[in-house]
């Protein structure tokens, strides 16, 4: 449930502090509303949460409310959800079917955070297992440890029960995967003055031209529950950067970075240019000034100036001097106070509460 804040509301909640506005006196009557959103139980997650189906007929965050509300564990819940984008090949950046590294292999990353019990668990560059997300709980669940990476976290899933399969390639993904290699110098390891052009340019090409979603590029699944109790779960999972080197891990499984929870206070996850994230732990920072007092939308907007003010490499800003990618936070607090926000441009994310699943608009800093 979302509700409208006056301007004088807005200036009382430290919104506006937040964001950086000083609006005058006169311009009350003209000043833009700011929408509070707030509703518990509350499922929040990037917009492909609310896309794809798979076999069934509910969405991510249509399951993980369901699940929750009917007495199923708060992650658990999630996991449900996010299962849903992992084994659907349309969703070209998650599990079966994501768009591959540079070898044409598919590595998924993963991170859980269960927020009352205080667990988590992570996988990195693990191949050939639709559904990271459980391997990642069953890291939890089952070690003592926090991170599995590469054979070594597909030996333990192998272990643990999961079905491993030589290739999570869909046709799709591989055509994709065939016309990038196409482009590139086949020498593939490009010196400093080509990096940009024949890596990223690429990439950016098959986007401008229709043959990748951007969401697909750096696309990812963020989904963050509080359940009626107030109880927080959050879980990230990817197959990453399309056409990485391979072993590049991003920020889906690190702790911190792609993913935090903590129970006594909420829920940040990303999507977006891993590496930004990965340099500013900022799912952690978010987390932290939500602790402090900050709202969701506060707490994710520094977030976003944090990035901002730590991008001055060249080759990451636009003529404006501000980073030419893209990230985005998901943030929820244990009261149900959630909010979107996005580093440039508009767009939107999927939020589920007792009114049904919508879209609601991030706010952005760029
Ligand atoms: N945020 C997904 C990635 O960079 O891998």
Known sequence: ?????????????????????????????????????????????????????????????????????????????????????????????????????????????????????????????????????????AVMANTDHHLLVGPDAQRFARNMGFTIEDDLNSDDSRDRWLEWRRRIDPSRWPGEEDRERIGFLSGMEMVEEGLIDAEHYWGTINCNAVNSQGEVAGCTTTSGLAWKIPGRVGDSPILGAGLYVDGEVGAAGSTGRGEANLFNLTSFLI????????????????????????????????????????????????????????????????????????????????
Do not use: W
Request: aromatic content about 6%; overall charge negative; glycine content about 12%.
């Open 287 to 366: 987390v932290e000034n939500m602790r402090r007092g900050m709202s969701p939308l506060d707490a994710g907007m520094e977030g976003l100036r944090r990035i901002r003010d730590n991008t001055v490499e060249r080759r990451l800003l636009d003529e404006e001097g501000n980073p030419s990618f893209n990230v985005r936070f998901y943030v929820v607090n244990r009261e149900g106070e959630y909010a979107g926000v996005t580093l440039r441009g508009e767009g939107e994310y999927a939020v589920c509460t007792e009114n049904g699943p919508e879209f609601a608009p991030f706010e952005a800093l760029l």
């Open 1 to 137: 449930m979302s509700q409208r804040l006056s301007r004088r509301d807005f200036m009382k909640t430290g919104a506006a502090a937040g964001v950086g506005l000083a609006l005058p006196r006169d311009v009350e009557a003209t000043a833009p509303a700011v929408i509070v959103r707030r509703s518990r139980p509350v499922v929040v997650s990037s917009r492909n949460g609310h896309v794809y189906r798979h076999d069934g007929t509910l969405t991510c965050v249509e399951t993980v409310f369901q699940e929750m509300t009917g007495g199923t564990d708060i992650l658990d819940s999630v996991l449900e959800g996010v299962k849903i984008n992992e084994l659907d090949p349309g969703d070209a950046s998650v599990g079966y079917g994501g768009l591959p590294n540079g070898d044409g292999v598919v590595q998924l990353d993963a991170s859980c955070m269960h927020g009352p019990r205080k667990q988590a668990g992570s996988v990195a560059c693990l191949e050939g297992v639709r559904t990271p997300s459980f391997v990642a709980r």
